[in-house]
Structure formats: C-alpha cells, structure tokens
C-alpha cells in the first residue's frame, strides 16, 4: 500500500506539470490581446492625470514582454511556492479570489450529488430488479434522456418558459448562506437539480450493470434458496457489493461537477470559481486563467487518488 502511495503520487508531479504547461501555452493563444483591451479602458484615465501610458510601458509593467518560456519558469516558480500571483486587471491575489469563490461551486457541486443520487442508486437498483420490464425500459429511458439534454439548454428553458407563462424567474441575484440560508438554498436547487439530473445517467447505469451482475452470483442464488424475502437479498446482500465500483463512479463524478459549474454559475449568476474563469477569458486575464485550471486539476488529481 505505501508503496503504491507513493508511485501515485510521484506520477501526480509529471501529471500537473505537464496540465500547466499546456494551459500557460494555450492560453496565449486566445484570439485578442490583454494589453489591447487595457490599452482602450485604461488609456483616457492616464491622460486625464497626465500619465504617459503607451501599450509598450504597460507590457513591461506586467512582464508580459519576456519569452515565453522566462513568464512560465517565474510562474511555476511561484506557484511551487503557493503563490499562483495576481490578477492583471484587478492586481488582487488569485489565491484569494479562488478561496472566496470556491464555496459556491462547492455548494452547488455537493447539492447536485445529493440530488443525483436519490435519482441513480434507486432507479438504477429497481431497473436490475426488474430486468426487461417496463419500469427497466423507462429507466434506461431516462438514463440516456439525462446523459443525452445539455445543461446550458435545460437552464434556458427553465429561466424563460417560466417568465413567459407564468410571469417567474428564478432569483438572478446571488444570496449567501450567511445572511439567508433558506434563499440561498431555494436559489441553489434549481441549478443545482439541474447538474444533478443531467449527471445521473452515468451512475444510474452503472448501477443497473453491477446490480445485475451481483444477482447472478452463486451467494445470491443461495440466499433466494434459504427463502430469504426480496427486500433483504437486495439490501443488505446484492446492492453492498455492487456498490464498490459505483461508489468509484461517484468519487470521480464530485471533481467533475465542480468543474462542470461554469455553465450553470453564468447563467444563474452564481459567483463561483466557474464564473470567475470566464471572466477570466473574456477579460484575457492570463494568471486567473492559468490559476484556475491548476486548482481544478489538482483537486481532480488528488480526489482520483483518494477514490482508488
């Protein structure tokens, strides 16, 4: 076991680096240039307060006019250290951007779990029990409906069908946990019911596929020959052990979530880290970005780790 630990974590350095090399590079190529769009909003500021401001004094300012390869050895430097630096437009630390914003995807990441496993786990096990059924069909059914819908889509309807007919939206104002926690998980559950639905079909089917699997096994067999009533072979037998590789499903599906907020966090307007990386595109604000996407891989990283 240590020393499986420890090759794990070892293939973890090459893993990360290799993710910031390719994010701190291909971040550069985003159409448009930070400096361009600084240039037009700051500009008529520097000329106001008799500032020489020109597009050349700025890039320096940033460090934005060494190589390539001199910014990413500076950063990794720094980010080995903790120090993921600071923002261009806003000059605040990422780290703490990151740590302001990460509670509402976590929020929004841990309700949409709860919400897919009351789905999957019960719809997955009564589609095994009743195999070639038309309650399996109807399952399977609404497996591949929710693997199959878009998030970005479900939310439109959801926001406009609503204010059509009947004149209701959901809150586009976001309430935190401390002032309301009733409006603020009344403002989470729609999104959050959202990705948890549109992420079951995964879940639902493996448990499907392992519940039948389970059943077919001789113990099983034996414990239906004991007289045994259904409810305990399932329970307390069958769905124990068909749930050891479900529940790697679902340590794997927590990581995917968090990243897979950023759709929902725009459109409800929930301030995540999701909605900050966008942001960070629209604005070319290339340490946030390159921020963002080292925490969101060291957390998926670290939570494969731990579910195997």
């Known amino acids: 076991m240590r020393d499986y630990l420890i090759r794990r974590i070892l293939l973890l350095v090459p893993t990360l680096l290799m993710v910031t090399m390719i994010v701190f590079f291909l971040v550069r190529f985003i159409p448009g240039d930070v400096i361009d769009l600084m240039v037009r909003e700051m500009a008529e500021e520097a000329r106001a307060g008799g500032m020489e401001f020109t597009a050349q004094v700025l890039r320096e300012q940033l460090g934005l006019d060494l190589p390539i390869h001199v910014q990413y050895g500076r950063w990794l430097g720094n980010a080995i250290r903790g120090d993921l630096g600071t923002s261009l437009w806003t000059q605040r630390p990422i780290v703490e951007d990151i740590l302001r914003r990460i509670p509402v995807s976590f929020e929004l990441a841990f309700l949409a779990l709860i919400i897919k496993l009351l789905i999957s786990i019960p719809i997955g096990v009564w589609s095994a029990i009743r195999q070639d059924t038309m309650s399996d069909y109807v399952g399977r059914t609404i497996a591949i409906v929710f693997i199959s819908a878009p998030s970005f889509w479900v939310a439109t309807m959801i926001i406009v069908y609503p204010s059509i007919w009947w004149g209701w939206s959901p809150a586009l104002e976001y309430i935190p946990i401390t002032k309301d926690v009733m409006g603020n998980l009344v403002q989470f559950i729609i999104p959050a019911s959202i990705m948890g639905m549109l992420a079951t079909g995964t879940t639902m089917r493996m448990t499907r ?49 968090i990243g897979g907020s950023v759709v929902l966090e725009n459109i409800f307007v929930l301030p995540g880290i999701g909605r900050l990386l966008v942001e960070a595109i629209n604005q070319r604000d290339y340490p946030v970005i390159s921020g963002i996407n080292i925490f969101v891989a060291s957390f998926i990283l670290v939570a494969n780790l731990l579910v195997d």
Do not use: F
């Open 209 to 257: 596929t392992m519940m039948l699997e389970v059943l077919r096994q001789d113990y099983i067999r034996t414990a239906w020959a004991k007289g045994l009533n259904e409810r305990t072979i399932i329970m307390r037998h069958a769905l124990k052990n068909a749930m050891i590789p479900v529940i790697t499903v679902i340590g794997l599906s927590l990581p995917v979530l």
